[in-house]
């Protein structure tokens, strides 16, 4: 059974940083891309960052540019998403997801929130 | 950056009812388009993929057409379990935008 547990969400201030992961297991996990998706609460999904198979390339949303990092050990079946500068309006769940290649994402964990606040 | 909108925001309708929501983009994206569905507090689950492609599992009920820029998900007859918000994504380009959503709500 394919499974993405995410971990590492809380309240942080703004400015600070915190690192999410996402545990893979079920699945050849270094075959797969992933996907980082956010979610405001009571609001939309947005889209925040991919990272390839091989953790060779990457892409970030205009908003996590330059503050957010995805990274992946493949050793271990993990997904991170290491996120720097944290502004008021990161606030939201955070969900990792698994696509076969530049596909849609067949899979998503269940989410971790993340509070930015003071 | 591609644009995508989802019509309604919100659907009233009731069991056995066939529903249409509409999907646009606002540049051509062939037929890369995604459907999701999404329950209160929990994470999405996909339903269909290249617009017309239905994942496996997904109740035959679900269908989806359209290409370039206008899409539909259609659903023939409303069962109890599909009230819930449904998205839209593009996924063309390496660049993945969903729609704001579509709340399906019960009559």
């Known amino acids: 059974e394919v499974q993405l547990v995410e971990s590492g969400g809380g309240l942080v201030q703004p400015g600070g940083s915190l690192r999410l992961s996402c545990a893979a297991s079920?699945?050849?996990?270094?075959?797969?891309?992933m996907h980082w998706v956010r979610q405001v609460p009571g609001k939309g999904l947005v889209w925040v960052s991919r990272?390839?198979?091989?953790?060779?390339?990457?892409s970030y949303a205009d908003s996590g540019k330059g503050r957010f990092t995805i990274s992946r050990d493949n050793a271990k079946n993990t997904l991170y998403l290491q996120m720097n500068s944290l502004r008021a309006e990161d606030t939201a769940v955070y969900y990792c997801?698994?696509?076969?290649?530049?596909?849609?994402?067949?899979?998503w964990g269940q989410g971790t929130l993340v509070t930015v606040s003071s | 950056d591609i644009q995508m909108t989802q019509s309604p925001s919100t659907l009233s309708a009731s069991v056995g009812d066939r529903v249409t929501i509409t999907c646009r983009a606002s540049q051509n994206i062939n037929n890369w388009l995604a459907w999701y569905q999404q329950k209160p507090g929990k994470a999405p689950k996909f339903l269909i993929y290249?617009?017309?492609s239905l994942e496996s599992g997904v109740p035959s009920r679900f269908s989806g057409s359209g290409s370039g820029t206008e899409f539909t998900l259609t659903i023939s007859s409303l069962q109890p379990d599909d009230f819930a918000t449904y998205y839209c994504q593009q996924y063309n380009s390496y660049s993945y935008t969903f729609g704001q959503g579509t709340k399906l709500e019960i009559k």
């Open positions: 997801a698994r696509a076969t290649g530049p596909d849609p994402f067949d899979y």
């Open positions: 990272i390839n198979s091989d953790g060779s390339s990457t």
């Open positions: 079920g699945f050849t996990f270094r075959n797969y891309w």
């Open positions: 290249k617009a017309s």
